[in-house]
């Protein structure tokens, strides 16, 4: 079975700075898509980035990017000149063409002013 | 408004009651989803609804019930509620490129 692993619970950033979460998953399929949402506390999901497992670059939408890393199944997201607004719960989703999408247990991002 | 709706937002019941958790989606996408978000292990699937009339359990389907007969509505029922079944619980459908959630249900079984 497919699973999604988030290691950091918690993490930090300062205002201005960079920041990396964390993602690994576990699979055996070749086609399938990744995928990071936010959850700020009025706990709506928030769809952030997607990948497409067949596609080498790395998807990229403004301040959010990520790296992923297909045969070391790492999907980590890079958030770059960390903002007020981006302090939330993320979470990391694998979905491999069934529509049913699998997710990590969160990562918690504090951004300190 | 477009979107998917869930209601009630909030809930408090007590152990033993059936409760019944609303969703509707105005984009008639075929699949809807119900998962629970509890500490420690993220949002996990309960049922899903591949059609109309068409249900199948997912990761944590026990005590839990749904139905289907329309596109746009996607119940979830608690057939006799228990504490572990406090939860915050989102419904979801998938479009072509990503899930839509609802704003969730913050349920407290007491």
């Known amino acids: 079975a497919q699973t999604v692993t988030q290691s950091q619970p918690e993490m930090s950033v300062q205002e201005a700075e960079t920041v990396t979460l964390s993602c690994t998953y576990d699979?055996?399929?070749?086609?399938?898509?990744l995928f990071w949402y936010k959850q700020p506390p009025s706990r709506q999901m928030i769809l952030v980035i997607r990948q497409e497992a067949y596609k080498q670059q790395n998807a990229t939408e403004n301040r959010f990017s990520v790296n992923f890393q297909k045969a070391a199944k790492s999907f980590s997201l890079k958030i770059s000149d960390s903002q007020l607004g981006d302090a939330a719960m993320y979470f990391c989703?694998?979905?491999?063409?069934?529509?049913?999408?699998?997710f990590g247990t969160g990562t918690r991002l504090k951004v300190l002013a | 408004d477009a979107g998917i709706t869930q209601s009630p937002r909030y809930k408090i019941t007590e152990t033993g009651r059936q409760v019944t958790l609303m969703c509707h989606q105005t984009?008639?996408?075929?699949?809807m989803f119900w998962y629970r978000q509890d500490l420690g292990h993220g949002l996990r699937l309960i049922y899903y609804s591949a059609a109309a009339d068409i249900t199948d359990k997912g990761e944590v389907p026990d005590g839990y019930v749904v139905s289907r007969s329309k596109t746009e509505n996607f119940p979830l029922t608690l057939e006799s509620a228990t504490r572990s079944q406090t939860s915050v619980y989102f419904c979801?459908?998938?479009?072509?490129?990503?899930?839509?959630f609802g704003q969730g249900t913050r349920l407290t079984v007491v």
């Open positions: 984009w008639s996408h075929s699949y």
């Open positions: 989703a694998y979905e491999q063409g069934t529509y049913k999408y699998i």
């Open positions: 699979t055996s399929e070749s086609d399938y898509y």
């Open positions: 979801a459908s998938t479009g072509w490129t990503e899930a839509f």
